[in-house]
DNA sequence: CACCCTTCAGGGAGCGCTCCCTCACCCTTC
DNA sequence: GAAGGGTGAGGGAGCGCTCCCTGAAGGGTG
């Protein structure tokens, strides 16, 4: 039951407890009859470090921090988000060797959870995903001078993130849907304390602004209920309209369903189009036209930049490009 | 930068390290005046425990290994369960005061990663979610004697779990077909090698059998995809089918897209149910009928369950009750 | 041939913490 | 008033590892 130390490597081995450090640690200064009889050794004890007294002396960890913001309701519990980018930034970090410390952020308590675990020292760096804008943890994290790197932007103005082109994505949306002779196009926004909302919004309204069209805005929190919810406020207060930005895919589903319900067809009467392409927009009915940003590629990019700060590189953000799929919806 | 230790604390206080100790964690044989100057000093130096030192001499790591072995291709990424419970168990296992090491076991290599980790004494406990049935790391980390609790059953026998009623929820879902007034009752099923994949097919089959109906099987893997393949599938071999029972929401909404590019009305020539109620069951058109099963207090369940088993408590598994929820669709 | 330099193994301090043990002190009790 | 018991603080060993330093041995050079 207990495990077998370097020390009891090194008796077996006949050699140091040095030698044997130098062999797991792959260093080159060391003879090859020494290697062999060590790692002998090793398979013959199943041998595995104590990571905590190698951190002890080391100071490094080999783990980061995977720091997730949840609505504190944490109602969009299917939230394609979370699973694409936990498990895609798992994957990478684990490829390199890292540990990943899943923490969630979303209440006052779990975030001074995260900040005193971080300030412990116990991971060489810290990835922030979907955090608010008025969240103070990224400032805080940055503060304290380790290495943090943001899925999508915060206000933290000294936090190195990966974004999206939001603006970008928004104009191709509303564009297309200008080129399909829609002339009253509204959006529904996700909640706008999220800087991808905010460039999303800007995003449609600087494109209509410029073809001399009005804005028709109305607010959403990126669920699928509140799609429905703002779909259905959308259509008392501007009944004429003919079209929909939805911010999000999970809010044009919702929207798609209020439009049903309301009698509306799609994309006949009203037409959608979502932003996110996640898998299930090409299974609604009628199949969602999206703004496509691979939120995989954008977590990769980010654990990237993370491993790049770690290494000292530069702290600077990273902006991912998109393209739009057209589908039945539009 | 340099974090202060123990001692400096000690010194500031004009105390020894031991009292410190006691003052941190919250032994009762201290004097409250000790309290209180240990308590400051800590504060005016913003102390935090290094817990590398601290798991060192302690042997326990406050940490728990969440497992989730992935598809290969890990094509399902907005797959509910994934977020639903990694989120509910970090939850939890935040709330009562440990960190979350999340991994993937997708490949042979992680798998061996895992197994290695695990070996190294880093994590107090191990929670397994969604291993496919032939999967060997259940076993082998049960061999290693540390506690270890699956979300959902797996072969290896002596690891407690947490699972639903399978083949009652698809008891439920069947005999509801049938007092609709359907009688050529399909069934898409998931991956055999999982066992909840079994159970519901098992459900499915004898509920049928025991009232004299024959079964109609098509496979699937718990995608979407798979779901609107096998409905297609199905239809081919017999067109006749009035009804189908999906072992979960995501292959019901692929069969439902399918149904409707056959040409088929749902519920109105084919009724179709699925299994899970995830979120998006709502958000289908029509909405989805679907046995609820919620996969949070599952997930809550098996969180617990560990968390018992590193206790030392018993080593039973759970099983939870499940409802039918009727919407649109059958 | 003597000397120096390089290469590489071993010794041992020390990372920050816990926990056992010792010991001082005070309160009872007879 | 002395002895005994209990309470609670301090001292210090040691957890398993890394990494600096020492020193032995071998090879090259003048």
Same mark, same amino acid.
């Given at each position: 039951?207990?495990?077998?130390?370097?020390?009891?490597?090194?008796?077996?081995?006949?050699?140091?407890?040095?030698?044997?450090?130098?062999?797991?640690?792959?260093?080159?200064?060391?003879?090859?009859?020494?290697?062999?009889?060590?790692?002998?050794?090793?398979?013959?004890?199943?041998?595995?470090?104590?990571?905590?007294?190698?951190?002890?002396?080391?100071?490094?960890?080999?783990?980061?921090?995977?720091?997730?913001?949840?609505?504190?309701?944490?109602?969009?519990?299917?939230?394609p988000l979370?699973s694409t980018v936990v498990r895609t930034v798992?994957r990478e970090?684990?490829?390199?060797?890292?540990?990943?410390?899943?923490?969630?952020?979303?209440?006052?308590?779990?975030?001074?959870?995260?900040?005193?675990?971080?300030?412990?020292?116990?991971?060489?760096?810290?990835?922030?995903?979907?955090?608010?804008?008025?969240?103070?943890?990224?400032?805080?994290?940055?503060?304290?001078?380790?290495?943090?790197?943001?899925f999508?932007?915060?206000?933290?103005?000294?936090?190195?993130?990966?974004?999206?082109?939001?603006?970008?994505?928004?104009?191709?949306?509303?564009?297309?849907?200008?080129?399909?002779?829609?002339?009253?196009?509204?959006?529904?926004?996700?909640?706008?304390?999220?800087?991808?909302?905010?460039?999303?919004?800007?995003?449609?309204?600087?494109?209509?602004?410029?073809?001399? #069209? #009005?804005?028709?805005?109305?607010?959403?929190?990126?669920?699928?209920?509140?799609?429905?919810?703002?779909?259905?406020?959308?259509?008392?207060?501007?009944?004429?309209?003919?079209?929909?930005?939805?911010?999000?895919?999970?809010?044009?589903?919702?929207?798609?369903?209020?439009?049903?319900?309301?009698?509306?067809?799609?994309?006949?009467?009203?037409?959608?189009?979502?932003?996110?392409?996640i898998e299930?927009?090409?299974?609604?009915?009628?199949?969602?036209?999206?703004?496509?940003s691979s939120m995989a590629d954008q977590a990769t990019a980010t654990v990237?930049?993370?491993?790049?700060?770690?290494?000292?590189?530069?702290?600077?953000?990273?902006?991912m490009?998109?393209?739009?799929?057209? #589908?039945?919806?539009?």
């Amino acid at each position: 039951m207990k495990r077998p130390t370097l020390a009891v490597v090194a008796a077996r081995a006949g050699v140091s407890k040095s030698s044997v450090s130098r062999v797991i640690n792959g260093e080159t200064t060391v003879a090859p009859e020494i290697r062999d009889v060590v790692m002998q050794a090793v398979r013959e004890l199943g041998y595995v470090p104590n990571a905590a007294a190698r951190n002890l002396v080391t100071r490094r960890t080999d783990a980061v921090a995977v720091v997730v913001s949840d609505p504190p309701k944490g109602v969009v519990s299917d939230d394609p988000l979370f699973s694409t980018v936990v498990r895609t930034v798992s994957r990478e970090l684990e490829a390199v060797g890292r540990r990943v410390v899943l923490m969630l952020a979303e209440s006052d308590e779990s975030r001074a959870r995260v900040e005193r675990y971080v300030a412990g020292g116990h991971v060489d760096g810290v990835m922030l995903v979907a955090l608010h804008g008025a969240d103070p943890l990224p400032a805080a994290l940055a503060r304290m001078g380790l290495p943090v790197a943001s899925f999508n932007r915060t206000a933290a103005t000294d936090v190195p993130y990966v974004a999206l082109d939001n603006a970008g994505g928004a104009e191709l949306a509303v564009r297309h849907l200008l080129d399909r002779g829609r002339r009253r196009i509204a959006t529904i926004t996700g909640p706008l304390d999220l800087y991808e909302s905010r460039e999303r919004l800007e995003g449609y309204r600087a494109t209509l602004r410029d073809t001399g #069209r #009005r804005s028709i805005v109305a607010l959403g929190d990126f669920t699928r209920a509140s799609g429905a919810e703002a779909m259905r406020q959308l259509l008392e207060d501007d009944p004429d309209l003919d079209a929909v930005f939805a911010a999000n895919d999970l809010m044009a589903i919702g929207a798609l369903r209020a439009l049903h319900q309301a009698g509306r067809r799609v994309p006949d009467d009203v037409a959608v189009v979502g932003f996110d392409d996640i898998e299930a927009a090409a299974y609604t009915m009628p199949a969602l036209t999206s703004v496509r940003s691979s939120m995989a590629d954008q977590a990769t990019a980010t654990v990237r930049l993370l491993l790049a700060l770690i290494k000292g590189g530069p702290r600077k953000p990273v902006i991912m490009p998109n393209d739009l799929v057209v #589908r039945e919806s539009s």
